[in-house]
């Protein structure tokens, strides 16, 4: 299957500063990309969808000026989330459509802890 | 609000029998569904995708989709313990349910 890979897998921040995570499809061209946050023992939720060359859309409730989504080629998205707060320690999965009706492919996730 | 609702479980089945899930969605419009695997700790796998009514089989999984009755479920055969994770059930790739731990004890 597709392959997308994403980094860092951990990170450990200061509170306060950014955090900036890659999600690249390493195989195939994903006009869509999608970034998950899942809290322990809860489901996905959907964040936002980055469309490539695009401004993405936000869930309710996702501040977008708090995690910024860039995704500027066809292979990478960018997740940044700025001025990073404890409540923001979370496991942030991204993933990416290779064409319309099919599968999603996830990224192995990024495991977020600010300090 | 697009909603797919699925029990939280445990479900605890013993090795070998048949582990059923179950997952509801609330869009009619819904077309396409995916069953999901995760272990603690890791991102989803994709075990199965169905989009028409009646069952897909693949190996020891069977899809089953009732778009009437806005059900979707998931049969395991011969359950293994290394089927222990929880099963994410999603709506056109983006709406996923909470996901049901499945415990399967030898």
């Known amino acids: 299957g597709a392959v997308v890979s994403q980094h860092p897998s951990r990170v450990i921040c200061k509170s306060g500063t950014s955090v900036k995570i890659e999600c690249r499809s390493l195989d195939f061209q994903a006009t869509t990309m999608f970034w998950y946050r899942q809290f322990p023992k809860q489901s996905l939720m959907l964040m936002a969808t980055s469309n490539e060359g695009s401004k993405a859309t936000y869930e309710q409730g996702v501040e977008k000026d708090k995690f910024l989504i860039n995704h500027a080629s066809l292979t990478l998205s960018t997740l940044t989330v700025t001025s990073a707060h404890p409540e923001d320690s979370s496991f942030y999965i991204c993933?990416?459509?290779?064409?319309?009706?099919?599968?999603?492919?996830f990224g192995q996730g990024t495991r977020l802890t600010v300090v | 609000q697009k909603e797919v609702e699925q029990n939280s479980g445990p479900l605890s089945v013993p090795e070998g029998a048949i582990a059923s899930l179950n997952c509801t969605y609330s869009d009619r419009g819904s077309q396409s569904f995916f069953w999901y695997r995760q272990y603690s700790g890791k991102s989803p796998e994709l075990i199965m995708f169905?989009?028409?009514?009646g069952d897909k089989e693949d190996g020891r999984f069977t899809a089953q989709l009732n778009k009437a009755s806005q059900y979707v479920s998931l049969l395991i055969r011969d359950s293994q313990p290394s089927d222990s994770a929880t099963y994410l059930c999603a709506a056109d790739k983006l709406i996923f349910g909470t996901g049901t731990r499945l415990q399967v004890f030898p």
């Open positions: 169905i989009y028409s009514n």
């Open positions: 993933s990416a459509v290779p064409t319309m009706n099919t599968e999603a492919f």
